[in-house]
């Protein structure tokens, strides 16, 4: 069974900031990597998604993320936030081989001006 | 644009009476799927269909029941509400393949009291 962990709950930068959330994994096989946003009182929102070919994929909004193998991480990251980047992020994990996909337990993102 | 409707936004309930969640989407997708959000937590997978009158069990499927009477429509029933399920609950659809290829739309959430 595959899982996802995000290490920081709370994440808090200033307009302007760059940012980066945290996603680790574990999983032998091949994986389908997402990431979900959730703005408050909203359902989750695709951002971005990796499966093979270039490690760092681009999303909506300027957001990208970085596979890497070795870490077995998918770190999003954003250069230059701003006050309605902040929400919740959700990393997500699916294994080609199931028919399941598994999220982690979010990361709030606060932008202050 | 892509869309899941939720009904009721949210809901009371007492311990021990049917609380019946309902769900449409517009996206023409085959898969549906119910989650439960717990505070602070990421979602868990209830009950999922790939197909009208076929649903299958996920993740966490005890104390819940699931019906879809047409690819559009997919409901999740609690016929004896219990405190535990006191959450929020999204639905989600995606393209006809496996749940965790495909992007997923969710709705904008039911939060259950059950009190």
């Known amino acids: 069974t595959q899982t996802v962990s995000q290490s920081d709950a709370h994440v808090t930068v200033f307009e302007g900031d760059s940012v980066e959330l945290r996603c680790n994994y574990s999983?032998?096989?091949?994986?389908?990597l997402s990431w979900y946003i959730q703005h408050h009182g909203h359902g989750l929102q695709f951002l971005l998604k990796y499966y093979s070919g270039n490690p760092v994929v681009q999303g909506v909004n300027g957001f990208e993320a970085e596979f890497s193998k070795s870490d077995s991480s998918f770190h999003l990251r954003k250069a230059s936030v701003h006050w309605s980047d902040s929400a919740v992020y959700f990393c997500?994990?699916?294994?080609?081989?199931?028919?399941?996909?598994?999220f982690g337990d979010g990361t709030q993102l606060v932008v202050k001006p | 644009e892509a869309a899941v409707t939720q009904s009721p936004r949210s809901k009371v309930a007492v311990t021990g009476g049917k609380v019946t969640l309902s769900c449409h989407q517009t996206n023409n997708h085959d898969y549906m799927y119910w989650y439960r959000q717990d505070t602070g937590h990421g979602l868990r997978l209830i009950h999922y269909?790939?197909?009208?009158?076929?649903?299958e069990k996920g993740d966490i499927p005890d104390g819940y029941k699931a019906s879809r009477p047409s690819q559009e429509n997919f409901s999740l029933i609690l016929e004896l509400a219990s405190l535990s399920q006191t959450a929020v609950y999204f639905c989600?659809?995606?393209?006809?393949?496996?749940?965790?290829?495909?992007?997923?739309?969710f709705g904008a959430g039911t939060r259950l009291s059950v009190l």
């Open positions: 989600a659809s995606s393209d006809a393949g496996r749940e965790g290829q495909n992007t997923l739309y």
């Open positions: 269909s790939y197909v009208a009158d076929s649903t």
């Open positions: 997500a994990v699916s294994a080609s081989s199931n028919n399941r996909i598994f």
């Open positions: 999983y032998g096989g091949s994986i389908y």
